[in-house]
Structures are given as C-alpha cells and as structure tokens.
C-alpha cells in the first residue's frame, strides 16, 4: 500500500435504482438446469436439448428448437430464457470487419461490446459491469461511475450473440466461428468476479454444457486488484491475465490508476507474476502511451527492471495507443516517442507488440466504450 487510501465501492450501483437480472438458463449448472426443466413439469432430458442449441448451435429461438414439440419450447423458452440482450445500436468500421453493438439491458441500463475479425481469429470485446467505479482518468467507462454489474448470462449472451453473428456469415469474409474473448469492453472483470468466473466456466466448459472455447484464448483484463488476482490464479482455469499497468512508478500510476493508492505497482506486478508461476501462462502488462505523461524512455527503463527483477520470460508488454477520449486532456503519443518506448522494453528483453486500436472511428477501441447515445 502506498499514499492515501482511497475508498472504492465496487459493489453498489452509483447512481439509479437497478434490479437484478431475472435468471436465465446459462446462470444454472448443468445439474440446476435439469431441476429447472424438471420444475416446468418436463423431462430431464429436455435440459441437454435445450443446452445444445444454446450452446452448440447459438439459439435461443424457440422456432429452432423442432426436436421438442411446440408447447414444451415455448414454455421452456419462456420459463428458462428471458431476454437479456436488445441490440439497440450497432456500428461497423473497418469495413465491416470491427462491429460495435449497444446493447439495452433489461432494466435500461447500458453495454457495448465490440466484434473484430482478423485473417485468422475472431475476437469480441465484451462487458462485465454497466459503467465501471474505478474511475481511472483516461478512459471513457471509468468517467462513467459504476450502475451495475452484469450477471453471467448477461455477459455469456454478448458471447453468443457474436457467435451466431459470425455464423451467419453476417461479418465480411465468410461465416466462421468466435476463437477469442477479452474482457476489455467495460467494466473491472475483478470486481464482478463471481459472475466473470462463472462466464469463464460456460466458455470453457465443452459443448454442450458450454461453449467449448479455449481457456488460453480468453483474457482478462484487470486494473490490479491484487486480492482477485491471487484467486484468479487458484481456480485451475489457465486464462491470459492481462494487467493494465499504465506506469511503473506509484506517483503517476495513482494519478492514472486511482485504485493504485490501494495496490500498488509492486504489488500489482508481485501478483501477475505469482499469476505466471501458478498456470504458465505469460502475463500481458498494457500500457495506454500517453504524450509526455507516461511515455519517457526512462519509463520504459524503470518498466523493464520491474519485469525481469521478478524473472524472464514471464511476461509481455502491450503499448497501446491512446484513444482520445472526449474531453480529455490527454493525446497519445508521439509515433517516434512510442518506438523508442517499445525498443528500450525489446533491449530490456521483453516481448513487447502495439495493440492496435481497432475501432477507434466509431468509439470502440480501447477505453473509449462508454454506451452513449446519440438520438
Ligand atoms: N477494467 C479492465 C478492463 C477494461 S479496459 C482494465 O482496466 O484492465 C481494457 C484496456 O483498455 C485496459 O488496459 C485499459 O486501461 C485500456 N484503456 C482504457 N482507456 C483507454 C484509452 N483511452 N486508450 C487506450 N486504452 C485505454
């Protein structure tokens, strides 16, 4: 712990009278979905029906669903699948290979996700909390306070509703399949960590049961919050970590990273390495390049040190460009300032590679999410 304290709530919405999501099937363990179906007054069976075609097949469309007889799936579809998600808006860039949608939540409130297609991955960006509480002081979501956080069929059905986008062959280049999931959109995925955790499992456990997705193509993305981070790291779940670092000094890192008066760099980088030793997974650090803030080459020296003192191999840095968001005060850095940035980190022996900012024209990369409207 260094400097003041600060008090974080991380539980309670700051602002609106929020409710809790209504429970959906993917809420329930492969157990409590058959007591679920069983309750209806139908089969057990009907449970591993009704998860294949969650699951495997991306539905939760009732007029799918013609191995089971008309009224059991409209009364499963009614009792086990409220709506969740209504897509309100979606935006495309890159031509048409980066898909934003803002989604309305079933209470008003609001997420984005973002849809990326590259040569050979897909990756959606997806949300954990509506709004975010750690207020960091270049992102959009941080400017936002917290509303609420999501439940795991809230953030599982963001996952789906980009399988089934993909499948449909609905993004350029053919349909294809949902390889990778980042828990980048808005939000602190620690702090909302039982329903994240129970995301994970539905996206690793194999179909039908879940989405049979690799654990090592889902990342999670986290401002350092240590404790959390120590748990990550004993589920037996080898997710990427990716720990958004921002600065190795406390001084700056709490002004840019307010929950660092709580965790501090060395603790927060203590943590990720801990993450390394418990699931060999390299760690990402992120560093958002902001000019003449914290892109000094003596960062990226002092940056180095603090990797390779914990050990070699551990770890990668990813620079990202900063996405200006509305009146901030910060710009990203000058394109020489950053290479040097990034061959210091590569002489220092650290993997370092520029995220891109994929969606940045329609306020969908990094940081920039923030569920506004526009009309
Ligand atoms: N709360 C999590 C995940 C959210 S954002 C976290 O902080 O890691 C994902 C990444 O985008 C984080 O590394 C975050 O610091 C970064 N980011 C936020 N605002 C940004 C901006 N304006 N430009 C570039 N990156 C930004």
Redesign the pocket.
């Known amino acids: 712990m260094t400097g003041t304290p600060v008090r974080l709530d991380l539980s309670s919405p700051s602002r609106g009278p929020r409710g809790k999501p209504p429970k959906h099937f993917v809420d329930l363990t492969p157990e409590q979905r058959i007591d679920a179906v069983t309750e209806l007054g139908e089969k057990p069976f009907r449970a591993k029906q009704l998860a294949t075609h969650y699951f495997t097949h991306l539905s939760n469309d009732p007029a799918t669903m013609t191995d089971l007889p008309k009224a059991t799936r409209d009364k499963l579809v009614e009792g086990l699948f409220p709506r969740l998600l209504t897509a309100h808006k979606t935006m495309t860039a890159d031509n048409g290979t980066t898909v934003k949608t803002l989604w309305h939540l079933f209470d008003g409130a609001k997420v984005e996700s973002v849809l990326m297609r590259y040569k050979n991955r897909t990756t959606l960006c997806i949300s954990s909390q509506a709004g ?1 509480g ?1 207020a ?1 002081a ?5 400017q936002m306070g917290l509303t609420r956080n999501l439940s795991t069929a809230e953030i599982v059905e963001q996952v789906r509703a980009a399988g089934r986008m993909l499948a449909d062959g609905e993004v350029p280049g053919g349909p294809t399949r949902l390889t990778n999931v980042v ?7 620690l702090a909302n960590y039982k329903s994240v955790m129970e995301t994970v499992r539905r996206l690793v456990a194999p179909t039908p049961d879940g989405l049979g997705m690799s654990a090592r193509n889902i990342t999670v ?3 350092g919050m240590v404790p959390a981070m120590n748990k990550l790291a004993g589920e037996g779940i080898p997710v990427t970590l ?3 670092l ?1 600065a190795p000094d406390d001084e700056l890192r709490s002004e840019l ?1 307010p929950v660092n008066t709580r965790w501090s760099v060395a603790e927060a980088i203590d943590s990720a390495h801990r993450y390394f030793v418990a699931t060999g997974r390299r760690v990402s650090i ?1 560093y ?1 390049m902001m000019r003449d803030i914290n892109d000094q080459a003596w960062r990226a020296d002092l940056l180095g040190e603090l990797l390779n003192q914990r050990g070699r191999g551990w770890v990668h840095c990813n620079p ?6 509305p009146g ?1 005060k910060w710009t990203a850095s000058d394109p020489q300032v950053e290479q040097e940035f990034v061959a210091r980190l590569r002489a220092h022996g650290i993997p370092t590679t520029v995220r891109d900012t994929r969606g940045s024209e329609i306020d969908g ?4 999410l923030a569920a506004e409207e526009d009309e």
């Open positions: 975010c750690l960091c270049f992102c959009a979501t941080g828990f980048m959109g808005m939000g602190e995925p993305s986290t401002v990716a720990l958004s921002h990273v992120e958002a990202i460009p900063l996405n200006p968001v901030s990369a990094c940081g920039q």
